[in-house]
């Protein structure tokens, strides 16, 4: 078995601490700035569909500059973010490489998309479920997690499985630029020391990370939908 | 009059868009009174809905003032309007249940905020959807419901915080004939038992019919009509209520009948075509027996439409007469003065010498 790996995956197989601390600082980029997309993201989504035209608390004043500065920092691609971003990290995490640097970045270029994709599954709620909420007598703060956070949660795990996603390939992105994980390490070996055993072998891990976010996202979509 | 339970006062509502204006609701004046049904019937974008929504807020008002059980909701804060709409019961014609949430948790939902501990929940949850007959399905998502059960359960959750009005948007208009039946039946039930006044939106004629007590007809914004049920029916003063009546009623059918030249009104020389329309609560009389008794007529009813409404008789019959000219024309002045309405449709009379 040893030797059959030792074969077939010459480099990786002399590299195997080095392999496992990479995908563990994968998972905790996307823990950690995924923790934070996804608080940062509800809120911006909820506040967006609260005070946009029609919503229970329509406010342009708050809506409009929000929805812009979403609209920017979409737009802005993200390695070019990163660079951006660089003398706000120092300031936040007082690094600008490893995990811990690429955190500020991961979560600044996420968050908009998030945002987005969560006033999308709100928007979904029957306008009427709301009108219903309001003749009942419930306020704010009860329609928001009684019926959009509850309401909406099949809709939100679509959205969060897609964000999560989007996430774990930003995350390889980052570590071309020297925050580290499995895309750092993929570059590092695979691409630019041409063992593509390595290239292989990351690529299969993340996919498998892809799959694992899927079946986690449709398992809670499907619990939650009656 | 007994003390209205909602009154509208010159009420006002217009909506502004970018490319246009709608006056939804132009200066309505209405008074509903406590325990009664009260049908509000128009064509689709007639202004009901607004107006109705006026009443628990969910429309502001561009101006005018309404008043529900003394208080003026026009005039309330948001915080005090919460508290208000507890007291008034809405219903869709689209349920607009919580899928998430069976049927206990969507009644359980609207008691949030009232102070009661969870035994009291259950109880009273309980209570309602028994209430309602849905004990056997209070575990059921929406999904797992049919149109009527669905609504049943958004009439529980409307009635969960002992409200004192309930506003019914249309709430068999996605109903099939059986099953609104069973709705109205309900809504007469909590009327009557539970002393709620109801308010029905409707663009259905027979809802009116089947349990209203007032009804007000609505057209492009403005009630053209308002009074008893019976007596609307009875006397309808505008040609959308004379349309909505005839939508109830196969009287009109006649006029079809002649137009087509179909054999069933053909005349004979010396016979009328008539229809003959009760007016008043008390035709009990066998008023056509008797006419052609004392007036040495003969009356051949083609067809007839009678119903009950507010538990009296009321329709009418298309009826063919024949006999001597003044004989005729005396048993129609007849018919008249007992209080019915004499349509004369087709006139075959004939002077008593050509028929000698
Ligand atoms: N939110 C709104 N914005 C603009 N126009 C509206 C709005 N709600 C209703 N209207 C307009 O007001 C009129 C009355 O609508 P509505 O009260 O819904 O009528 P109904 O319930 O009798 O069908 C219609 O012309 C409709 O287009
Ligand atoms: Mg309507």
Redesign the pocket.
């Known amino acids: 078995m040893q030797e059959f790996l030792t074969k077939v995956l010459p480099n990786l197989s002399v590299r195997v601490p080095e392999f496992q601390k990479s995908i563990v600082d994968t998972l905790k980029m996307l823990g950690l700035s995924g923790s934070f997309v996804f608080l940062f993201g509800i809120l911006l989504g909820v506040v967006l569909i609260l005070t946009k035209k029609g919503g229970i608390l329509e406010n342009d004043i708050l809506f409009q500059p929000i929805d812009k500065v979403i609209n920017v920092f979409r737009s802005i691609p993200f390695v070019i973010l990163i660079s951006l971003l660089l003398p706000l990290t120092r300031v936040l995490v007082h690094t600008s490489i490893g995990v811990k640097g690429a955190i500020v970045p991961l979560v600044i270029g996420t968050v908009p998309f998030f945002a987005r994709q969560v006033e999308a599954a709100l928007s979904e709620i029957d306008q009427g479920m709301i009108e219903a909420a309001k003749a009942m007598g419930m306020g704010t703060a009860a329609i928001i997690f009684k019926i959009y956070l509850r309401e909406g949660v099949p809709a939100l795990a679509r959205a969060t499985t897609i964000t999560a996603i989007n996430l774990l390939g930003l995350t390889a992105m980052a570590g071309a630029v020297g925050a580290g994980g499995l895309g750092d390490f993929a570059i590092r070996y695979g691409h630019n020391r041409y063992m593509t055993d390595i290239t292989w072998v990351t690529t299969i891990v993340l996919i498998l990370f892809v799959c694992l976010i899927q079946l986690v996202g449709s398992f809670v979509e499907k619990r939650s939908t009656h | 009059m007994s003390q209205p339970i909602i009154e509208f006062k010159n009420l006002n509502k217009t ?1 502004r ?1 970018k490319s246009h204006i ?1 006056e ?1 609701v132009k200066n309505v004046s209405l008074r509903i009174r406590k325990g009664e049904i009260y049908g509000i019937i ?1 064509f ?7 107006l109705v929504r006026c009443i628990n807020m969910l429309e502001k008002p561009t101006s005018g003032s309404v008043i529900v059980d003394g208080v003026e909701v026009t005039a309330l804060s948001e915080k005090e309007l919460r508290k208000e709409r507890k007291k008034i019961g809405m219903i869709f014609q689209q349920f607009h249940l919580m899928p998430s949430r069976t049927a206990f948790d969507n009644v359980a939902l609207a008691l949030h905020g009232l102070g009661l501990s969870g035994q009291q929940i259950r109880e009273k949850v309980e209570k309602l959807l028994t209430y309602v007959g849905l004990e056997e399905r209070m575990h059921a998502y929406p999904s797992q419901l049919s149109g009527g059960q669905k609504q049943r359960v958004a009439i529980a959750r409307a009635l969960a915080a002992d409200p004192k009005v309930l506003l019914c948007d249309e709430a068999t208009s996605a109903l099939d004939p059986q099953t609104t039946r069973s709705i109205l039946e309900l809504l007469q039930r909590l009327n009557r038992e539970l002393g709620i006044t109801v308010v029905v939106i409707t663009h259905e004629m027979q809802v009116i019919k089947r349990i209203c007590d007032h009804v007000a007809v609505m057209e492009n914004g403005e009630v053209v009509e308002e009074g008893e049920v019976f007596s609307i029916f009875a006397d309808p003063k505008q040609k959308i209520t004379r349309d909505f009546i005839n939508t109830t009623s196969n009287l009109s059918e006649v006029y079809g009948l002649v137009e087509r030249e179909d054999p069933l009104v053909s005349l004979s020389p010396g016979e009328v075509l008539a229809m003959l329309r009760f007016q008043k609560a008390s035709v009990s009389e066998p008023l056509i027996s008797s006419v052609s008794k004392q007036f040495d007529v003969v009356c051949n009813i083609l067809y007839g439409d009678l119903d009950l409404i507010q538990g009296a008789p009321l329709g009418g019959t298309v009826v063919i007469i024949s006999g001597k000219q003044n004989k005729v024309t005396e048993s129609l002045r007849y018919l008249e003065e007992k209080g019915i309405l004499v349509e004369v449709i087709k006139d075959a009379r004939v002077s008593d010498q050509s028929i000698a």
Request: hydrophobic share 35%; aromatic share 8%.
């Open positions: 909506f868009t709608a939804a128009g689709s974008g007639a202004g009901k809905s607004t």
